[in-house]
Nanobody, 127 residues
Framework: QVQLEQSGGGSVQAGGSLRLSCAVSEYTDRTYCMGWFRQAPGKEREGVARIFSDGSSAYYHASVRGRFTISQDITKTTLYLQMNSMKAEDTAMYYC????????????????????WGQGTQVTVSS
């Protein structure tokens, strides 16, 4: 059972930066898709960014494109989300998630596809 442990987050003023981390509990040689999601109060959970385990197929929601960057460390045991030029509307609970997938073409940013989830971390941006 893969476990995802999140860290980072917190409060920042508009225009500032934060970085989220998501540590994978165990190494695997299987390929997988990993993503970041967020959920604001009263809203549905939405996909923010995703990446395939070989570092390819990075994709971003239009609302964060050009401001956020998804990446992995060289050992592929930690997923990151670098958030720059943050806005008040980025305020939400952020989650990392993953599912095993052999094809990078099937690495979609669809909530229901993701099997493993981190515990969530709050991000608050003040204007």
């Amino acid at each position: 059972q893969v476990q995802l442990e999140q860290s980072g987050g917190g409060s920042v003023q508009a225009g500032g930066s934060l970085r989220l981390s998501c540590a994978v509990s165990e190494y695997t040689d299987r390929t997988y898709c990993m993503g970041w999601f967020r959920q604001a109060p009263g809203k549905e959970r939405e996909g923010v960014a995703r990446i395939f385990s070989d570092g390819s197929s990075a994709y971003y929601h239009a609302s964060v494109r050009g401001r956020f960057t998804i990446s992995q460390d060289i050992t592929k045991t930690t997923l990151y989300l670098q958030m720059n030029s943050m806005k008040a509307e980025d305020t939400a609970m952020y989650y990392c998630a993953a599912f095993y997938e052999s094809s990078r073409g099937a690495c979609f940013l669809t909530t229901s596809r993701y099997e493993y989830w981190g515990q969530g971390t709050q991000v608050t941006v003040s204007s």
